[in-house]
């Protein structure tokens, strides 16, 4: 009986004391939140009256575009992708090159196929058996561009996209009207739920409708740089050279697992002024968007998820560090972006404590004896996390339902669970890999399997 008592006494110990960190560290986690939510909804107040923005009419020497795909084991994927994107492209100046390895036979006959019959496609095969990384193979396109434009070519901006991209028939417009006056411009990203994952598929819905409709203005609003999404964004010819000139010839940086977001940051860092244009693609509708399937299953979720954990929060703090003193909004936006270093671990805890809580509850009802009760500062340090917690769930129902309607939002609810239970998973497969990387390990393009829509392939 005595030694009962003993252990349940410990198990209320570790609850409350597991608890209150967690508790403090959700406070901290939850107004950090807040401030951004503050911030995007007192400037939307500032600029009510603003009209939205829209698409300029074409007029003189249309930019030129250069369509960067690249693609490593796409042959499921590539030729539809191809196919949406030259009929939906209406648009006099563009060329798409796209990116294989010599040892991916299947990917290279799907592209072989298209390009035969359409000249605006030009593939590259790359001198390296894959995968290597994807910014290698960028590379590769890269260096097929400067040989065309030794020919002759001319190119005014890069666009990057990926080879599942649902492409958008407006966004070269976009781009057009936009890419002299900033150095990147990035539209927003729309994941497509794949059908039949309402939950591990959807939670992406969930995160790009808050991401692309409120984050990324908040970080333009404070003057921190703008990461890229790696896809749906065009990058201006000379900022590229620039970058190029700087690492040896190479714009793209093979040795880091999230390319896109190192490279917004440089284009922030050396005065290129890199925008998210949220044009809507007619008055009062959705914006010109980039749509894909994202990861349908835990696993491929976790290996995603897991990659961009290493390159943003762990192998990027070493790499991107922090921006020149006296940048608050940078620093503070860095700092959100390396969150997962902590948060996981606080998750951790949380759910630890509710186990304990669990185990305490039990033990008091089987022994008789009443269940112990929060201490007054810790029921007020509980009701602000409920608080924050409504908040949130609040702004995340309103931005997806914004974008997807009503039954996607209703289900982001439960979603925000899988996400959780997605990014704990992530963290133990980043935490290893990472190490593997601190020993000497090469990067690798450990990507996912592809979907394309087969509604949206003309061909179909």
Not at 258 to 268: C, P, Q, R, V
Request: glycine share 8%; aromatic share 10%.
């Amino acid at each position: 009986m005595g030694e009962a008592l003993v252990l349940i006494s410990a198990i209320d110990a570790v609850a409350r004391e597991a608890t209150l960190f967690a508790a403090i560290w959700f406070l901290i986690g939850g107004l950090d939140d807040l401030a951004v939510d503050l911030i995007y909804w007192g400037r939307r107040i500032l600029m009510r009256r603003r009209s939205a923005p829209s698409l300029a009419p074409r007029s003189g020497i249309p930019p030129a575009f250069a369509v960067f795909v690249a693609a490593w084991d796409e042959s499921a994927v590539i030729g539809h992708m191809l196919r949406t994107a030259l009929g939906r492209f209406d648009y006099p100046a563009y060329r798409i090159y796209v990116g294989t390895y010599p040892n991916d036979p299947a990917t290279i006959a799907a592209v072989e196929e298209v390009a035969s019959a359409f000249p605006r496609v030009r593939l590259v095969i790359g001198p390296l058996p894959g995968p290597t990384t994807k910014a290698d193979c960028l590379n590769a396109l890269w260096r097929a561009l400067r040989a065309d434009e030794a020919a002759g070519a001319r190119f005014d901006a890069v666009i990057l996209h990926d080879a599942e991209d649902v492409v958008h028939s407006l966004e070269l417009d976009v781009f057009a009207s936009l890419i002299h006056a900033h150095g990147a411009v990035q539209i927003p990203v729309l994941p497509l739920r794949y059908p039949g994952s309402r939950f591990v598929s959807g939670h992406y819905l969930d995160e790009f409708a808050e991401a692309h409709a409120k984050q990324l203005p908040v970080r333009q609003a404070v003057g921190a740089g703008l990461p890229l999404a790696g896809t749906g964004c065009a990058i201006r010819r000379d900022m590229l050279g620039r970058i190029a000139d700087a690492r040896g010839g190479s714009p793209f940086d093979a040795t880091s697992l999230t390319e896109d977001y190192e490279l917004g940051l440089t284009i922030s860092a050396m005065g290129g002024a890199p925008v998210l244009a949220r044009v809507p693609e007619r008055p009062g509708g959705l914006p010109v968007a980039v749509r894909a399937y994202f990861p349908a299953t835990l696993g491929a979720a976790v290996r995603q998820k897991a990659r961009w954990m290493i390159g943003i929060a762990l192998a990027g703090w070493d790499r991107t560090g922090w921006s020149e003193p006296g940048r608050i909004g940078d620093h503070w936006m860095r700092m959100r972006d390396r969150r997962a270093t902590l948060a996981i671990p606080v998750l951790v805890v949380a759910y630890c404590a509710l186990l304990f809580w669990g185990l305490s509850l039990a033990g008091h009802w089987a022994m008789r004896t009443p269940s112990p009760s929060l201490r007054p500062g810790m029921a007020v340090l509980l009701d602000a996390n409920l608080a924050l917690l409504a908040w949130r769930l609040a702004m995340r129902i309103l931005f997806v339902r914004a974008a997807y309607g009503w039954g996607e939002a209703l289900l982001s609810v439960p979603r925000m669970l899988v996400a959780n239970y997605v990014a704990l998973l992530a963290a133990r497969k980043a935490f290893f890999d990472y190490l593997g990387m601190l020993r000497g390990a090469a990067p690798r393009w450990d990507k996912t399997a592809h979907h394309f829509p087969e509604e949206a392939d003309p061909a179909a």
